[in-house]
């Protein structure tokens, strides 16, 4: 249960991010088309940081301490824009714009992310 509420307070960040930040975007042709893509997109997201943030920050350790951890804003655009071109490769309507729109969209995406995590807690957080 907690990996659906997770996965969908994604989806609802994503949406929101791609409400905020231009050069994020889903062209969905129906609401039915945005809503799938937004949770496919979501679970690409998840994904991507579970497999790859890990390792990018053994392997990164040192700049994160050289540059007092502004460096995982850096790393987390990069995983925003390795989720747009999976998206891509599956086709699916979804395009970030180059990287600085991934850079907000990452930023803004961990920030509501947080805000529906601070709302709407995680059932397996309490135990």
């Given at each position: 249960m907690g990996f659906l509420i997770r996965l969908a307070a994604t989806a609802i960040a994503l949406w929101i991010t791609t409400l905020i930040v231009p050069g994020v975007e889903v062209t969905g042709r129906t609401g039915y088309d945005t809503?799938?893509?937004?949770?496919?997109?979501?679970?690409?997201?998840?994904?991507v940081n579970a497999v790859l943030k890990p390792v990018i920050k053994v392997v990164g350790c040192v700049f994160y301490l050289l540059t007092l951890g502004l460096f995982a804003l850096v790393v987390n655009a990069l995983l925003f824009l390795l989720t747009d071109r999976i998206a891509r490769a599956l086709e699916l309507p979804f395009q970030v714009d180059g990287f600085?729109?991934?850079?907000?969209?990452?930023?803004?995406m961990a920030v509501v992310t947080w805000l529906i995590s601070v709302a709407v807690p995680d059932p397996a957080d309490r135990r």
């Open positions: 809503a799938f893509t937004l949770l496919i997109v979501a679970l690409i997201f998840g994904l600085w729109a991934a850079f907000w969209g990452a930023i803004v």
